[in-house]
């Protein structure tokens, strides 16, 4: 835990006061700096074996093709501890310091990616799925009564085994694959043991159509889960691209989060999602990978496609409104044809300031947004007195650094180019 900030020069009277000998202090070089551990919010585990294929499908055909076939093969215990180790470790090297893992229908081999997540000190939340329909791979699904008993013995196992930083998280997989009957009993149990929800919700436009269809009586997707009681202050939902103004004050009301996958979002051709609406209508906000729908597993991917999704939202706006007003805007002398004021600014930019993601709220999302999203701000997410010391030791001249540092420059400009540029060469180490 972080015990206190103090300057070097105190540095004696510290080591008395706190006990610790000056010979074990480590100096950070002339270009390191330390930051908090990276949160993801959103990763499917099983899928890292076959992260960056099949991007060419949409969500519903991705999962029938490529996901529900490799998934069903976990209970293997086996192929699961192989493709778990190589998950947990690979996450950890690009500055994964926690991360939220849907796992597969298989309690034991849900079980195994705890264990190995227990193992390398990585703080986790792990999923067991629960899924009782599949119409799309049928063979890829539990009963009802199954997904229920074996949800309780996966978190009755957890609980026994009392890992530090590991914990059980009740995983409906989505709206489409649980019946009324899955999504009320997971709630129950979720509410009896005072557990972290996860699932997915308002992905793609046809995923929203199927659950409306799946439930008729119910007025939108988030009223599903609401009425289910799967939307409370420990509950993170990922995507929500077509969450209506109503939904996100639901989600406010209930202390919900959403877990932004700007990656997966994009590669599955699902949707945008409008970060400053969700930050202007107060809901708690992180950043996922989503892999395998994203193809990227380090949170930096995240952090840059956040702004860029942010930018490109902004400019189709900002197209349309160009082409709805332009005639009169130029005819009132307002702006030239460059979109430049005539007091000299350009409004663009001015605008873009404002309505854009910029770095430092997308550093935010990757940590301590995200631990706010799985309530565990308290614990980790920034380096204030009392939390844990979940963070990353980055090295700007790290060997074979993808990027260079020419002469001396600030540590916010340091960070920035880190942001941007680095990635796991320059992460010196993960503690």
Same mark, same amino acid.
């Given at each position: 835990k972080i015990l206190f900030f103090q300057e070097v020069r105190e540095q004696s009277r510290l080591a008395q006061k706190w006990g610790f000998d000056e010979s074990t202090i480590e100096v950070l070089g002339k270009n390191e700096f330390f930051m908090p551990g990276m949160v993801d919010t959103h990763i499917h585990a099983p899928q890292y074996s076959f992260i960056g294929t099949g991007m060419e499908r949409p969500l519903l055909e991705w999962l029938k093709h490529t996901t529900f076939p490799i998934e069903d093969t976990y209970a293997n215990l086996e192929t699961a501890s192989n493709v778990y180790n190589s998950v947990v470790k690979r996450t950890l090297k690009n500055g994964t310091t926690t991360a939220c893992y849907f796992a597969t229908i298989h309690t034991d081999a849900s079980i195994v990616l705890a264990d190995i997540a227990s193992q390398y000190g990585q703080r986790a939340f792990i999923g067991k799925v629960c899924m009782d329909s599949n %119409?799309?791979? &049928?063979? @890829? /699904?539990?009963? *009802?009564?199954?997904?229920?008993?074996e949800t309780k013995r996966f978190v009755e196992v957890?609980?026994?085994?009392?890992?530090?930083?590991?914990?059980?998280?009740?995983?409906p997989r989505f709206a489409v694959t649980?019946?009324?009957?899955?999504?009320?009993?997971?709630?129950?149990?979720a509410e009896e043991h005072q557990l972290h929800i996860q699932s997915h919700i308002s992905e793609s436009i046809a995923?929203?159509?199927?659950?409306? %269809?799946?439930? &008729?009586? @119910? /007025?939108?997707? *988030?009223?599903?889960?609401?009425r289910n009681k799967l939307l409370t202050d420990k509950t993170v939902m990922a995507h929500g691209c077509y969450l209506s103004n109503e939904e996100l004050l639901v989600f406010r009301e209930?202390?919900?989060?959403?877990?932004?996958?700007?990656?997966?979002?994009?590669?599955?051709?699902?949707?945008?999602?409008?970060?400053?609406?969700?930050?202007?209508?107060?809901?708690?906000?992180?950043?996922?990978?989503?892999?395998?729908?994203?193809?990227?597993?380090?949170?930096?991917?995240?952090?840059?496609?956040a702004i860029e999704t942010s930018k490109i939202l902004f400019m189709e706006r900002q197209k349309g409104q160009k082409e709805n007003n332009a005639?009169?805007?130029?005819?009132?002398?307002?702006?030239?044809?460059?979109?430049?004021?005539s007091n000299g600014k350009n409004?663009?930019?001015?605008?873009?300031?404002?309505?854009?993601?910029?770095?430092?709220?997308?550093?935010?999302?990757?940590?301590?947004?995200?631990?706010?999203?799985l309530s565990i701000?308290?614990?980790?997410?920034?380096?204030?007195?009392?939390?844990?010391?979940?963070?990353?030791?980055?090295?700007?001249?790290?060997?074979e650094s993808p990027f260079e540092v020419f002469s001396d420059i600030p540590v916010e400009e340091m960070i920035q180019r880190f942001l941007y540029l680095g990635d796991d060469r320059n992460i010196k180490a993960v503690y």
């Open positions: %119409n799309t791979y &049928p063979k @890829y /699904k539990e009963t *009802t009564e199954e997904s229920i008993r957890m609980k026994m085994k009392k890992y530090d930083r590991v914990k059980p998280i009740v995983t649980c019946s009324e009957k899955l999504l009320n009993e997971l709630g129950t149990l995923e929203i159509e199927e659950v409306l %269809n799946r439930f &008729p009586g @119910y /007025k939108n997707y *988030t009223d599903v889960y609401n209930k202390g919900a989060a959403i877990s932004h996958c700007p990656n997966s979002n994009i590669s599955l051709c699902s949707g945008h999602l409008d970060v400053q609406n969700i930050l202007k209508h107060k809901v708690k906000l992180g950043l996922g990978t989503d892999v395998a729908g994203g193809y990227a597993i380090s949170l930096l991917d995240a952090i840059r496609k005639i009169d805007t130029f005819q009132k002398g307002k702006m030239d044809t460059n979109w430049i004021n409004s663009i930019m001015e605008m873009a300031a404002n309505h854009v993601l910029n770095i430092k709220e997308a550093f935010r999302l990757a940590t301590l947004g995200g631990s706010e999203a701000d308290h614990i980790t997410g920034n380096f204030e007195v009392g939390k844990e010391f979940d963070a990353l030791l980055i090295d700007s001249e790290a060997i």
